[in-house]
């Protein structure tokens, strides 16, 4: 996700090595990136709002290293989770890192895939949510590929199943820019390299940065679409989707977002937003 300092989401967690020689990439970017209890409190919250029962079953598209799938069922005996992404070290390293260190009753509850989120399978369908995070469904850049992932998700959910994606906008993500975070032990710099106005195609990387002057360079680079609000709504009505709201992150008067999502129509306009998107079936 970038590294926008107009939101509280992304949390330093782990103290890594002061140097790029040793430093695991994958690790530092959880811990710079990833708040997989915000998300789920999130989705917990709406899902249980919408449907008058708790979620319990979850894919988490996208999942890199499974570690919102791993955290989910951590939290309840009764939840259930299958993350499916295309890349295998990532998979194997969530594996080794997350699933491993869950007791055997946990482990039995989650699975991860290497797929694409196109074809999730009849073993990864009939869940309760779908979580499609960080931004990850932007690698589709045209409305016939974005539609046709959000026809895939609509399909492999069960009936009263409810999508959740984020996105980030706002004047000042539509255009080259470093943001720099301080975290625990390295800096974590989101960099969006190009942006291109006519086709809202950017180029855009994670470095990171130690204090004794090494870095590591392009450790993740996305090529995406810019999609915006508007444009996403419609593609996940034309998905069959009957219902899509819009959570915006409020202030905390510090020109950064406070965590607290709240359901917009109007909401205020700021230089660079996170939202949530909520697509119900
Ligand atoms: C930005 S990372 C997201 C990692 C993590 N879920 C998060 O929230 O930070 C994007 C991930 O999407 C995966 N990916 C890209 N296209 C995919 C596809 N069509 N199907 C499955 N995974 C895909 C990549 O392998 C990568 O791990």
Redesign the pocket.
């Known amino acids: 996700?970038p590294g926008t300092n107009a939101t509280s989401r992304p949390r330093s967690r782990v103290a890594e090595p002061l140097t790029a020689a040793g430093a695991d990439p994958q690790r530092l970017y959880e811990a710079a990136?990833?708040n997989p209890d915000a998300d789920l409190d999130f989705m917990s919250r709406v899902y249980t709002r919408l449907r008058g029962r708790p979620p319990r079953s979850i894919r988490?598209?996208?999942?890199?290293s499974g570690l919102?799938s791993a955290a989910w069922v951590k939290r309840s005996r009764e939840n259930s989770a299958v993350g499916?992404?295309?890349?295998a070290r990532?998979l194997e390293w969530g594996r080794r890192h997350h699933l491993a260190g869950l007791d055997p009753e946990q482990s039995a509850r989650v699975r991860l895939a290497r797929?694409?989120?196109?074809r999730p399978g009849p073993d990864a369908s009939d869940v309760d949510a779908v979580l499609a995070?960080?931004?990850?469904y932007w690698?589709f850049k045209t409305r016939e590929a974005l539609r046709g992932y959000f026809e895939a998700v609509h399909a492999s959910m069960r009936r009263d199943g409810v999508f959740f994606l984020d996105h980030y906008g706002g004047w000042e993500s539509q255009r080259p820019q470093i943001d720099r975070k301080r975290c625990k032990g390295f800096t974590y710099l989101w960099e969006q390299r190009s942006f291109n106005p006519v086709t809202f195609d950017a180029d855009c990387r994670i470095h990171f940065e130690f204090r004794d002057g090494t870095s590591i360079r392009d450790a993740f680079t996305?090529d995406w679409r810019l999609w915006q609000i508007p444009e996403i709504r419609e593609l996940l009505s034309e998905a069959g989707f009957r219902r899509t709201s819009v959570f915006w992150e409020g202030d905390d008067d510090k020109g950064g977002g406070n965590g607290v999502f709240r359901e917009v129509t109007r909401p205020e306009v700021c230089p660079v937003h996170i939202a949530y998107i909520v697509a119900a079936r």
């Open positions: 996700m990136v990833q988490e598209d996208f999942c890199g919102t499916i992404d295309l890349d990532t797929r694409n989120v196109l995070m960080n931004f990850s690698v996305y």
